[in-house]
């Protein structure tokens, strides 16, 4: 069987390859298959067993209940405010007088998910002295890579689902305002976002195990990427822009406003921010730029909302740098891993 | 041996890793259902050799075949008809002994029934019975290189190549576990490759031993005739104690052409010789009436080869 060409015959391969059962094509077709549904299989008993894994979603659940919680309480306030459009929304984009929003929680904790699935991923089994073993069973080399990756995303995927619903259910359950279907399509792609989000952050946490020989070093580097580009690229990308485009008091508005652009572009190259727009644009339609604009362009403009793929389109470039950016990872730990030097 | 026994063989296998030798030039033929030993000093390259003929490093220079497969380009095939024994193998620690074959079993896409009549076969086999259902952090070194081989034997493989099998268990575990490697061979009719630095454990058990020191293959061959290997061409060491006084076995030996040199200390003569004149010195002896009391051939056993090659952890002296 060939991978097919279009997404949806990918898919169906990755299912048969993951999950049935099917007669072998070539001599060792089959092998490959049985070697790389067993590692996925393997990788995904461990994750679901491991209390790392209870605790990560023990602390995203509660910080993901207690903001739609908040927020729920607010969301009347907010109603009055912003008209009643798109209520059940709010619930994920809007922040309670305590809390952040569920979405802002996410896009700060996301990365800690991905990171505690991947940093020990390779170097861990070398350390242990399993990594030999394993390659010496007939299944090809990338196997291991591609089963570690995949299982990681399943168990992302089922993480975020769940919690998306358990958080709505309880949002309807606070509010008594069911989702419409737009609603219900602009938090799939939300949950879509998400999940390449935390991939990302998966991605890169594989390739440092792959770079670094202790799980401690790979950990360590993981979380102090995520904290830079979480907290410090902001700051970083204002002191950046100043320094290009100095601007005062007395600034014209074409230099404040170029300054504001070079500094939202240059923040844009943290993952986190892109997440932030994605996310705030397609949970709140009435987000209709992104980015500081002039007053004469918002003249005559008619206050409302974007239609779902006006929304989509607004944020598209973010959506597949975000995808290009876990391809590249998830590329350079394929060769890292495929090029190094089996020996623990 | 006939050609057609040959089950691995590697031509001039060579690797480098940035300008360090690690396998010079190996060539090497291993026949079916041989235990064959591959000793050498920590560092020799006995590992590298390993991995390259498994496909998982991929020689500098060379070839190497097992089963007639090309193990560079057809690791897949290699890998299904040979169990490794890593050094230090390690395990799932969290999961049971049970467990971890079963793993391994299905990274070999095993049916699920046959396999685990299989795991309780091999499980009986290196006397896990009792220890099957623990999780392997609890198991002892011993019980974990026995595990390895029950692992190593679940895809019942023709060839069995083991790194260290014996390092660091107590003596009572490489006696158990010299005694399955020679089932493997004898019974099970498996071709076994062991790695190993300590060859006095490895000697009982293996029909030809290759000392392999800083990346080359010094000798090859049965233990009895590796001595004379190392020490072709070398003068002949003999140390010889006689019954009779010095003046008169110096006499009794200047017959002898080939001896450039003569020492003496304590009782004890030192005999340097171009060639083993052993045969033709006793029956000189005997002629005379005199009675032997030692001869010894220098580097002629394995303990001078041990002291020569090993214990200066591959410094040639």
């Given at each position: 069987m060939s991978v097919g060409t279009t997404i949806a015959e990918k898919l169906k391969w990755l299912y048969k390859v993951l999950l049935e059962d099917e007669e072998p094509q070539d001599d060792y077709g089959e092998l490959k298959r049985k070697g790389l549904r067993a590692l996925y299989r393997k990788e995904l008993a461990d994750h679901f067993r491991s209390k790392r894994f209870l605790i990560v979603l023990l602390l995203i659940a509660v910080t993901g209940i207690a903001s739609v919680y908040s927020a729920s309480l607010g969301i009347g306030e907010a109603v009055m405010e912003e008209?009643?459009?798109f209520v059940f929304l709010k619930l994920f984009s809007s922040s309670g007088e305590a809390l952040p929003s569920f979405a802002a929680f996410i896009s700060f904790l996301g990365p800690l998910v991905g990171l505690s699935l991947g940093f020990d991923a390779i170097n861990g089994e070398k350390t242990r002295g399993t990594l030999s073993r394993v390659l010496a069973?007939?299944?090809?080399?990338?196997a291991v890579v591609n089963g570690k990756f995949l299982a990681g995303v399943t168990v992302m995927s089922i993480m975020t689902v769940a919690l998306v619903l358990a958080v709505g259910g309880l949002g309807i359950i606070l509010t008594g305002i069911p989702p419409s279907l737009e609603e219900v399509i602009r938090l799939l792609l939300f949950i879509v976002i998400t999940i390449i989000y935390m991939s990302l952050w998966l991605c890169l946490s594989l390739l440092f195990s792959l770079l670094f020989r202790q799980t401690a070093t790979s950990a360590l580097a993981g979380i102090a990427v995520w904290l830079f580009f979480a907290i410090f690229m902001g700051l970083l990308a204002g002191l950046i822009a100043n320094a290009i485009v100095p601007i005062d008091e007395s600034s014209p508005a074409t230099l404040i406003l170029k300054n504001q652009h070079l500094q939202q572009n240059i923040s844009r190259i943290s993952p986190s921010i892109l997440y932030d727009e994605a996310t705030a644009t397609i949970l709140n339609p009435?987000?209709?730029?992104?980015g500081p604009i002039l007053v004469t362009q918002a003249e005559g403009a008619i206050p409302g909302t974007l239609p779902l793929g006006q929304s989509v389109l607004l944020v598209w470039p973010h959506i597949t740098s975000l995808i290009a950016a876990t391809m590249i990872c998830f590329a350079l730990s394929y060769i890292v891993f495929m090029r190094q030097e089996i020996r623990a | 041996m006939k050609e057609n026994n040959v089950v691995i063989k590697t031509e001039n296998l060579t690797k480098r890793y940035n300008g360090f030798?690690?396998?010079?030039k190996l060539n090497l033929e291993i026949y079916k259902g041989e235990i064959f030993g591959l000793l050498g000093?920590?560092?020799?390259g006995k590992t590298t050799t390993i991995l390259m003929l498994l496909g998982l490093t991929e020689p500098t220079e060379g070839k190497a075949y097992i089963e007639g497969y090309d193990c560079t380009r057809n690791p897949m095939a290699v890998k299904s008809v040979v169990g490794y024994l890593p050094d230090n193998v390690g395990f799932y620690?969290?999961?049971t002994g049970k467990e971890n074959l079963r793993y391994t079993g299905q990274l070999n896409g095993m049916d699920p029934d046959k396999l685990e009549k299989r795991i309780d076969m091999l499980i009986e086999r290196v006397g896990l019975t009792e220890a099957?259902?623990?999780?392997?952090?609890?198991?002892s070194r011993g019980m974990r290189q026995r595990l390895g081989i029950a692992d190593v034997l679940i895809k019942d493989p023709k060839i069995v190549i083991l790194d260290e099998?014996?390092?660091?268990?107590?003596p009572e575990g490489v006696k158990q576990m010299l005694s399955i490697i020679t089932q493997l061979s004898i019974e099970d009719k498996r071709t076994v490759l062991i790695s190993s630095h300590l060859l006095h454990q490895i000697q009982q058990i293996c029909n030809r031993v290759g000392i392999f020191v800083r990346g080359e293959l010094i000798a090859c061959g049965q233990i009895e005739n590796l001595a004379e290997q190392v020490s072709e061409g070398k003068p002949k060491e003999l140390e010889i104690r006689v019954d009779c006084e010095k003046e008169d076995f110096l006499s009794l030996v200047?017959?002898?052409?080939?001896?450039?040199d003569i020492k003496y200390q304590a009782g004890l003569f030192t005999i340097t010789s171009k060639k083993d004149i052993r045969k033709e010195l006793v029956a000189a002896i005997n002629s005379k009436g005199y009675s032997l009391m030692h001869l010894r051939l220098r580097g002629a056993d394995l303990d001078d080869i041990y002291s020569q090659y090993f214990a200066g952890e591959g410094v040639i002296k």
């Open positions: 008209g009643n459009d069973q007939p299944i090809h080399r990338d009435a987000i209709r730029v992104l | 030798t690690a396998v010079n000093p920590n560092g020799a620690e969290d999961l099957a259902d623990n999780k392997v952090g609890t198991y099998p014996t390092l660091g268990i107590d200047k017959g002898f052409d080939a001896i450039d």
